[in-house]
């Protein structure tokens, strides 16, 4: 059985040609009754440099982090390269894939996915004497 360090592994890209890595970031997943809110470290990435999709019943993760070389310099020797990220999770039929919100600050990656309103807890009023 893997340990909870298994998910700091650098995993191989399989869909990419030239046999490049990508990080898996860790993420925190919290559940209310209005939906999933969820948590992730991308350090280095920035919105332009993120891309997040929904093919069929799957959210897709990607990003890409830039390291900035100072004027005037010139990498000779990097064990600090541009870190790509990549992380799949599987939708639920109860969340709302068409009101998804994203935010990220800092390399924090914040996502908000509603559940759908038929799916959502509600009160019955009781009536009687």
């Known amino acids: 059985m893997p340990d909870q360090n298994s998910y700091d592994v650098v995993e191989k890209n399989q869909e990419k040609k030239d046999q490049s890595f990508f990080k898996v970031p860790k993420m925190d997943i919290f559940e209310d009754q209005n939906g999933i809110t969820m ?12 891309n ?4 069929t019943d799957h959210l897709i993760i990607e990003g890409e982090a830039s390291v900035n070389v100072p004027p005037n310099l010139q990498i000779l020797y990097g064990e600090v390269r541009t870190p790509t990220y990549k992380r799949v999770f599987g939708l639920s ?7 998804i919100s994203a935010e990220i600050n800092n390399g924090v990656l914040k996502l908000h996915i ?12 009781v009536k009687g004497v």
């Open 39 to 50: 948590c992730g470290d991308l350090p280095g990435v920035t919105k332009e440099r993120l």
């Open 52 to 55: 997040i999709t929904i093919d």
């Open 93 to 99: 039929d109860e969340l709302n894939r068409d009101d």
């Open 114 to 125: 509603p559940k759908i309103d038929a799916i959502k807890p509600k009160k019955i009023a």
